[in-house]
């Protein structure tokens, strides 16, 4: 045995401490645990010393014939108070942590101390992550090392149980049909087996039946109408197609059928759309693209005085010979241009119109066809005027 000055027993719910005699570690310790040399020591026994809040202990004395028998049940070392004992046996813990408890106490005459340990685990649920594949159903607990439960408890909702390591829990199951099940997760404390519980609902994947976008309309300025059917009822996620041409995620739809719903959009310019399965392993198709293109801009009035002209085509093949699209005419005042592909995207704008565009978008030719052009001028009189119209781009 070691002169350290105090050596734990623990036995299963039972923890005990004693306190041995050792003069210099005593002096250099303010702590009523350490016994001083002269001083006797008590037995402390608790049931149990571990377990889950709230937790409630029972103490008594190791010993017979003891008399005036009175506790701290969270001593944290220095003096004792007379306020700070209880003669109450019988005390609950209502928080986790590691708690000390120390006990006084007189025999014949000597008085007596001793102090013991008693470790009290928190009941945190566990949170659990679900991924499904057709009937197939797999739980992982990612923060399983901040829980520190022993292990895992799985009721799957159809009379199947399993249990899951403490350290790395991952449990898969396959159903027999597509019912809703309830799942429920327990983690447990091997010492005093308790913990928290944790419950989700799952409904395994009928079929892996593509979704449909049926309409998309517009109902404001700045907001879109779409309505899709899912005969699967699988869950789904709505995306939105970028200008680069990447989706991106919106909202997510599960066991829906069918529905309607608004999107925020700019209805000026095109947007498309598309529904996929949340259930990647169900390896069925994105629903066709769908895309709402805004109403096509009216013919400019006629300007039978204008000074300013637009040209029909223009072919950027590096001929010297109209290689690119410039107004022209008696040209005064600031000039903006610019251009629209026919999804109603921005393909080229500068502020200055004489520079002209050369078919190009960021450093790339655009491939031939009818591009729109907006061409706004500020006159020096400050008189505003626009010109819209339709341009051939001809590789």
């Not at 809040?53 to 969270?74: C, E, M, Q």
């Not at 944790?198 to 998309?216: C, E, G, H, M, Y």
């Not at 399965?277 to 994105?286: F, G, I, N, R, V």
Request: a negative charge.
């Amino acid at each position: 045995m070691s002169d350290a000055g105090v050596v734990r027993y623990c036995f299963g719910i039972l923890c005990v401490i004693f306190c041995f005699l050792n003069p210099l570690h005593c002096r250099a310790q303010s702590d009523v645990c350490i016994l001083a040399p002269g001083e006797s020591m008590g037995s402390l026994l608790i049931t149990p010393g571990i377990g889950c809040f709230p937790l409630k202990i029972k103490a008594t004395s190791g010993l017979t014939d003891v008399k005036n028998v009175r506790y701290v049940y969270n001593y944290q070392g220095g003096a004792v108070q007379e306020a700070d004992l209880t003669s109450d046996s019988v005390y609950t813990y209502t928080k986790p942590g590691l708690y000390r408890v120390l006990q006084y106490s007189e025999q014949g005459g000597q008085p007596l101390r001793a102090c013991a340990m008693v470790l009290v685990y928190d009941t945190l649920p566990p949170e659990l992550a679900i991924t499904g594949c057709l009937n197939r159903a797999t739980v992982r607990i990612p923060r399983a090392a901040e829980y520190q439960y022993d292990w895992y408890a799985v009721d799957w909702g159809d009379g199947t149980q399993e249990q899951l390591d403490g350290v790395n829990p991952v449990g898969v199951h396959t159903y027999s049909d597509d019912s809703q099940r309830l799942i429920t997760v327990r983690g447990v404390h091997l010492y005093g087996n308790c913990g928290g519980t944790a419950q989700v609902r799952f409904r395994p994947s009928r079929k892996a039946d593509t979704p449909v976008i049926n309409q998309i309309r517009a109902v404001s300025a700045k907001g879109l109408e779409l309505t899709f059917t899912n005969p699967g009822t699988n869950p789904v996620w709505l995306e939105q197609r970028s200008p680069g041409g990447t989706y991106q995620r919106m909202e997510r739809f599960d066991e829906t059928l069918k529905a309607v719903f608004q999107v925020e959009a700019d209805t000026t310019v095109s947007v498309c759309f598309r529904l996929v399965l949340a259930d990647t392993c169900l390896q069925a198709p994105p629903s066709a693209e769908v895309c709402y293109n805004p109403p096509r801009p009216p013919d400019p009035a006629p300007e039978p005085d204008s000074t300013v002209f637009m040209p029909d085509a223009f072919s950027p093949n590096a001929d010297g010979i109209n290689d690119r699209l410039l107004p022209q005419g008696l040209l005064s005042g600031r000039l903006r241009l610019t251009v629209y592909n026919r999804w109603g995207e921005v393909v080229f704008r500068s502020e200055d119109a004489r520079e002209g565009w050369d078919g190009q978008q960021r450093g790339q030719p655009l491939p031939a066809g009818a591009y729109l052009y907006r061409l706004e001028m500020q006159k020096p009189n400050g008189t505003h005027q626009e010109k819209r119209g339709t341009v051939i781009l001809i590789n």
